[in-house]
Structure formats: structure tokens, C-alpha cells
């Protein structure tokens, strides 16, 4: 497992992959020359972000495909009484969450069960959701389409209004150069909306790719905290090793089983994948439950508040048998501070990706 550390980060520098796409401005664009369009129709690079590992989802963008998405995306049509969108619950000022709700609201006004997770960067996750339920990207839509709290749509229903909107038509047709409307096009057309979404121009990408980025001498304590007492389970530059773990934010695992209703193992018991912290400071209520407002209430819980359950993570024991991370308050809020250099107001601000 990586450290998630400036020499570490260093020296993934030289790993740049590099995917040809026909479009679309994201805030990794390497343009070749300034002044132009971002969304003009032409052939050109986006880089990987040098620190990050290697991709687990590839998705081939076009412009056409991209807009489709994006317009699918923030369109309340995909629900039932055409009232909630995707954006509805993933709002970009605040990573693709949604902004100081516990618990988001669905379908007549109905209240899902966990906290909506941020979308970004989407493309490195092996498993989607708090669960793990999904593992291929362009089925991700599928779960709050089809769920009774969430959009309450039937697929082919969803189709049949697709197909009688002469813009839609348009556009599918634009993109995918056939006059069809289905699933594959559907799902493919938001997989690229949703893959675009990359974040990786926080000042502290900035630090470790030296391209000009600062920490202060409080932030690099927190990261030297960070790495000691943190990065095993948000591991890498992703800040997630994508697991799934019990960080004993309850006692009881039965009325939430977590990645055990995928796998039906008894381990998994009350897991949860491990979320990425980037964006932390804007993503808010945290945790699957949305149990904590603040991040000095997650760093407390981790000091002081961890509860034993049998499936709790052992990196949450101590050799002792006491539950928690050895966190002053000192070291505590000097992580706070690291946290908060994985904004990324680039992302959270790019055009390309609003409504």
C-alpha cells in the first residue's frame, strides 16, 4: 500500500498515461494553443494526473456524448414525476454530494438511507457505492433510476419519454450516429459526463507534482500526521484504497449490514467503502449515516469515539485493547488543515460541468 507523501507522489511523475479524446474541456486539458473554445469540436490529449495510480475504468469521449450526458444528468426526466435529477443529490460546488443533507430526498419527497457519496474522479474505483453494489461504471445510473425512494423510474418508461423528446432525439442521434435511443447509448452517454469528472488540481496536487503549489509548515505536520495515522485505509493520491471497513461509528451492524448485502460474508458485516477525502472540506455531513457536520467531529470520533463491533477495524484497535487513533488535539486540528489543501476550486468551479 502507498503512503500518501510528497516523495511518494514524486515519484509517480514519470507514470503518465494518456487517453486520445475527441472534445471536451475538463481541468486536465492540454490544449495546444490559448484562446480557443474548450468545447470546440477537435482531437486532442488529456493527461492523467502524474500522481495517481493506475485507472481501473477507461471511457472513450466524444463532445457529442459528453453534452448528451451532461444534459441527461441534470434532467429530472429520469424520474418518475420528472421531478429529481442526478444533480438533484450531486451538486459540483460541493464535489458532486449534496450540500448539508444527511440524508437526500427522493421521489415524493421520500428519505433514501445513506449519505450520497461525491463524484469525482470516478474512473480509479473498482466497486460504486457506500456498499459496493456496482462495479462497472455505466451501471451506476441504474440504482437511483430504478430506486423506489430515490428516482421510482421504470427503464422502459424512462426510454419511451427519451424517445419522444425531439431534442433528445436529436442528440442521440448526434452522438451515436443512429436514430436509436437505448440503454447502452444512455448509460455509455452519462458514463462520460460522469468520467469527466476529475479532480486533481488541489494546492496540494500542485505541491507534489511541483508545479508551484505551497504548504504551510501547519499543513505539512498534518500531512506527516496524516501519513502516520490516516493513509492506511486512504491510501494513495485517490485517498481511498477503495476497501471496505468498519470505522465504529455504531454498535449495531444489523440495521445497515453495509458491503455484506452484496457479498453475504459474514467479515463484511457493517463495512463501508472507505470514501476519498478530496474535497473533504465542502462534502459534508460525513460518513455513510451523515453522523458528523464537522471535520473536528470525524477527527474526534476517531480520537475518542470509536465503538467495538465485531467486525471493527483492526487498524482501530490498539495494542492495548482501547479502540481509536492516538490524535492530540494538536495533531487533530493540524490535520484538519492538510485536509482542507485537497480543495479543489478548479473542479468545483469548471463550467464544463455544470448546468
Excluded at 470514501?275 to 455513510?288: Q, S, V
Excluded at 449515516?289 to 464537522?294: A, V
Amino acid at each position: 500500500m502507498k503512503c500518501v507523501c510528497a516523495d511518494s507522489c514524486h515519484c509517480l511523475t514519470s507514470v503518465v498515461m494518456k487517453i486520445h479524446l475527441i472534445l471536451l474541456a475538463t481541468v486536465m486539458v492540454l490544449l495546444t494553443s490559448c484562446g480557443k473554445d474548450p468545447m470546440a469540436e477537435r482531437a486532442f490529449e488529456v493527461a492523467i494526473p502524474a500522481n495517481f495510480p493506475e485507472m481501473k475504468h477507461e471511457v472513450k469521449f466524444t463532445k457529442e456524448g459528453f453534452n448528451l450526458g451532461k444534459k441527461l444528468f441534470y434532467d429530472p426526466i429520469l424520474s418518475r414525476d420528472n421531478t429529481i435529477s442526478c444533480g438533484s443529490c450531486h451538486q459540483q460546488h460541493v464535489a458532486f454530494s449534496h450540500a448539508d443533507h444527511r440524508f437526500s430526498h427522493g421521489i415524493d419527497n421520500q428519505l433514501g438511507k445513506r449519505n450520497a457519496t461525491s463524484l469525482q474522479n470516478l474512473m480509479w474505483n473498482q466497486d460504486f457505492f457506500w456498499d459496493g453494489g456496482v462495479h462497472d461504471m455505466g451501471q451506476i445510473p441504474f440504482n437511483p433510476i430504478q430506486n423506489p425512494v430515490e428516482m421510482d423510474e421504470d427503464l422502459a418508461v424512462l426510454l419511451q419519454k427519451l424517445r419522444a423528446n425531439d431534442e433528445y432525439r436529436r442528440m442521440f442521434k448526434s452522438a451515436y450516429k443512429e436514430d436509436t435511443i437505448n440503454l447502452a447509448y444512455f448509460t455509455d452517454a452519462l458514463s462520460q459526463f460522469m468520467g469527466a469528472l476529475i479532480s486533481a488540481n488541489s494546492r496540494y496536487d500542485k505541491y507534489v507534482r511541483g508545479e508551484g503549489g505551497q504548504l504551510s509548515e501547519t499543513e505539512l505536520r498534518g500531512l506527516t500526521n496524516f501519513k502516520a495515522k490516516c493513509s492506511s485505509c486512504h491510501a494513495t493520491d485517490l485517498f481511498t484504497d477503495n476497501s471496505f471497513r468498519n470505522n465504529g461509528i455504531s454498535t449495531s451492524i444489523e440495521s445497515d449490514k453495509g458491503h455484506y448485502e452484496i457479498v453475504l460474508l459474514p467479515k463484511y458485516k457493517g463495512t463501508f467503502k472507505v470514501p476519498t477525502l478530496r474535497n473533504i472540506e465542502k462534502t459534508g455531513p460525513y460518513m455513510h449515516t451523515g453522523s458528523f457536520n464537522t471535520l473536528e467531529e470525524v477527527l474526534k470520533h476517531y480520537a475518542q469515539g470509536v465503538k467495538q463491533t465485531e467486525t471493527l477495524d483492526k487498524a482501530l484497535i490498539k495494542e492495548d485493547g482501547s479502540l481509536g487513533i492516538e490524535l492530540s488535539e494538536t495533531e487533530q486540528a493540524e490535520i484538519i488543515a492538510f485536509l482542507k489543501t485537497l480543495t479543489d476550486e478548479e473542479f468545483l468551479n469548471n463550467k464544463s460541468f455544470s448546468e
